[in-house]
């Protein structure tokens, strides 16, 4: 199947993003500074694997394996050493993907407001599951691949 956009091979994120402990989860991401609806927070990248490669990678174990879908059977795989690495779920998220590779931040967010981004719409892995302990209003208390669709 062929990738209609090549990922850069590095990940962006805003330098007014900053990793605080969490509430979620361990640590997070958060705005030291406050962010408009519709400003790029986060321009992904890295390398794009099948699920079978994938599967292999985290099998392995060396590095933890963190990685978005991207289209049917294409995941991609963040480099290591990222922040990005920190984005924690919400079932009500302030980050979206507005086209392959990049998040937006899909309303204003507040100074001190933890970013987050709904895992179901871009985790598409086949079995993908998650319970989730996000606190919103509208938690759906297990995250599946259900949302997911091709952002290619
Ligand atoms: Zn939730």
New binding site residues.
């Given amino acids: 199947m062929a990738v209609m956009h090549r990922p850069p091979p590095g990940v962006w994120v805003d330098p007014r993003v900053e990793v605080r402990p969490s509430a979620i989860e361990g640590q997070g991401l958060f705005a030291a500074e406050p962010i408009d609806a519709g400003e790029v927070v986060v321009e992904l990248g890295g390398r794009i694997v099948d699920q079978a490669e994938l599967d292999r990678l985290i099998a392995e174990g060396t590095d933890y394996v963190d990685s978005v879908t991207i289209d049917v059977d294409q995941h991609l795989v963040l480099p290591a050493g990222s922040i990005a690495h920190f984005g924690n779920?919400?079932?009500?998220p302030n980050l979206r993907v507005d086209r392959p590779y990049r998040l937006v931040a899909g309303r204003a967010v507040a100074r001190a407001e933890e970013l987050t981004v709904d895992y179901g719409t871009i985790s598409g892995a086949d079995g993908f599951s998650m319970v989730?302990?996000?606190?919103?209003a509208?938690?759906?208390?297990v995250?599946t691949n259900d949302r997911w669709r091709p952002l290619a």
């Fill in positions: 779920h919400s079932c009500d989730c302990r996000c606190g919103a509208t938690c759906r208390g995250v």
